[in-house]
Nanobody, 121 residues
Framework: VQLQASGGGLVQAGGSLRLSCAASGGSTFATGWFRQAPGKEREFVATISWPGRRTYYASSVKGRFTISRDNVKSTVYLQMNNLKPEDTAVYYC?????????????????WGRGTLVTVSS
């Protein structure tokens, strides 16, 4: 399985973006979104179980971001609303070798290349 993240870009504060994570070859595992800002460690953002009944969010994005999945298209989405400058980061999607959710980076074994999100003030 290979992951391809897309949808990043430049947006003003208060704006919205939708990120996509397409899994070539399909996936029946939990998928998470993570981000890494310049000079900071990679951090958990959101995760969704297979087939999608459970989700879990970092407190910093809860209520603003929504993770979802289209299992027919083998794609996981991250809808980001009310974006803030502190959301600026490279966003990565990753697959965990389990169907249940987790916020632990070390439990995700397959990672895609990131997509850059820049939020201007």
């Amino acid at each position: 399985v290979q992951l391809q993240a897309s949808g990043g870009g430049l947006v003003q504060a208060g704006g919205s973006l939708r990120l996509s994570c397409a899994a070539s070859g399909g996936s029946t595992f939990a998928t998470g979104w993570f981000r890494q800002a310049p000079g900071k460690e990679r951090e958990f953002v959101a995760t969704i179980s297979w087939p999608g009944r459970r989700t879990y969010y970092a407190s910093s994005v809860k209520g603003r971001f929504t993770i979802s999945r289209d299992n027919v298209k083998s794609t996981v989405y991250l809808q980001m609303n009310n974006l803030k400058p502190e959301d600026t980061a490279v966003y990565y999607c990753a697959i965990r070798g389990s169907q249940s959710v987790s916020d632990e980076l070390s439990e995700y074994s397959i990672w895609g290349r990131g997509t850059l999100v820049t939020v201007s003030s």
